[in-house]
């Protein structure tokens, strides 16, 4: 089978194609014949190396995570063997390849009728963004910031908090995503890369936002503390910027508070919710009240090119991988 690796840190270039074995899975473990991948922003700032991030270190030989869709043509030990022909998707650690290993406990069964994006968000952009909302507390009615708003979960984000009644200010990059961001259901949408963004969203909301979901960090994180209202709270899901944040305590006395959320310890920690979560992700979708949205569909020898797009934070929802 093919396979995508990198054996050293640098540009899109230093992706590789590679010749191997298919997986055998181990205990509850599945193979996945993969028809679909969802590349992920991480994986960018992996590739590039420790030197540029800092925060983000994968040793070498390296490997690609995704969001892989596709149909089980093989169980491990402990696995029902019904699961065999069952389409599902997962979060793969070895992803960009034509078979790939899973945790059996945590596929996402694939209804019918949902397209290879929205299928692709099942396993963990849409749990990741239920999740945040979650553990935001957000009630209906409330002002919700989501910055980073057209990537891969923030649009989903967008999304999910309309659905859950809440009004949504939206901040991306470009006229462009700005558009995309309102397309979506967004009630306002910001250019955070202009100096005075803060000052817009204050506008916005003069009273402050309830509720502000980050995965961005540094700056853009530090200027969304002082946009909370009181008891407001900020959710942090990542770090794209790549920069560690001191949080500013003062910041935090005006009645704030600031809490981190990660999909394997929302796992651990509330098991049956995550579960809960994924169903949910699924009826909504199946419902037609959350998409996903292709910006673009290339075959798996073009992950280099995939890799461009990401880094250029140019695409408008998912970038699919096809083997």
């Known amino acids: 089978m093919r396979r995508i690796r990198y054996h050293a840190y640098g540009g899109p270039e230093v992706l590789?194609?590679?010749?191997?074995?298919?997986?055998?899975?181990?205990?509850?473990?599945?193979?996945?014949?993969?028809?679909?991948i969802g590349a992920n922003f991480v994986d960018v700032k992996f590739r590039q190396g420790p030197d540029t991030?800092?925060?983000?270190?994968?040793?070498?030989?390296?490997?690609?995570?995704?969001?892989?869709?596709?149909?089980?043509?093989?169980?491990?030990?402990?696995?029902?063997?019904?699961?065999?022909?069952?389409?599902?998707?997962?979060?793969?650690?070895?992803?960009?390849?034509?078979?790939?290993l899973a945790d059996a406990e945590w596929l996402?069964?694939?209804?019918?009728?949902?397209?290879?994006a929205t299928a692709s968000m099942l396993p963990m952009g849409a749990p990741v963004a239920l999740g945040a909302l979650r553990t935001a507390r957000l009630s209906p009615g409330e002002t919700v910031l989501v910055h980073a708003a057209t990537g891969g979960i923030g649009h989903?984000?967008?999304?999910?908090?309309?659905i859950a009644g809440a009004t949504v200010i939206a901040t991306a990059g470009s006229p462009a995503k700005l558009d995309f961001a309102r397309a979506l259901g967004a009630d306002a949408a910001v250019d955070y890369s202009a100096a005075n963004w803060p000052e817009r969203v204050r506008e916005i909301a003069p009273g402050g936002v309830d509720v502000v979901l980050d995965s961005v960090g540094g700056g853009v994180l530090r200027s969304s503390l002082d946009l909370l209202a009181p008891f407001g709270r900020a959710v942090v899901y990542g770090a794209a910027s790549g920069e560690v944040t001191d949080i500013p305590v003062m910041s935090l006395f005006a009645v704030r508070s600031v809490t981190g959320f990660s999909l394997l310890a929302w796992r651990a920690a509330a098991p049956?919710?995550?579960r809960e979560d994924m169903d949910e992700a699924a009826r909504h979708a199946v419902e037609g009240r959350l998409r996903a949205t292709l910006h673009a569909r290339l075959p798996l020898t073009e992950a280099a090119e995939a890799h461009r797009i990401l880094e250029s934070r140019s695409q408008l929802g998912r970038v699919l991988l096809i083997p």
Do not use: N, S
Request: aromatic share 2%; charged share 25%; hydrophobic share 45%.
């Open 156 to 162: 989903l984000a967008v999304q999910l908090a309309k």
């Open 272 to 274: 049956k919710q995550a």
């Open 108 to 116: 996402a069964p694939v209804p019918d009728g949902i397209d290879d």
């Open 53 to 100: 991030g800092g925060i983000y270190r994968r040793e070498l030989p390296a490997v690609l995570t995704g969001d892989v869709v596709g149909t089980i043509d093989a169980v491990g030990p402990g696995v029902g063997a019904d699961l065999v022909g069952r389409r599902v998707a997962t979060l793969a650690e070895d992803a960009f390849a034509d078979q790939v």
């Open 16 to 36: 590789v194609m590679e010749e191997a074995e298919p997986p055998v899975p181990g205990p509850g473990q599945v193979r996945i014949r993969a028809e679909a």
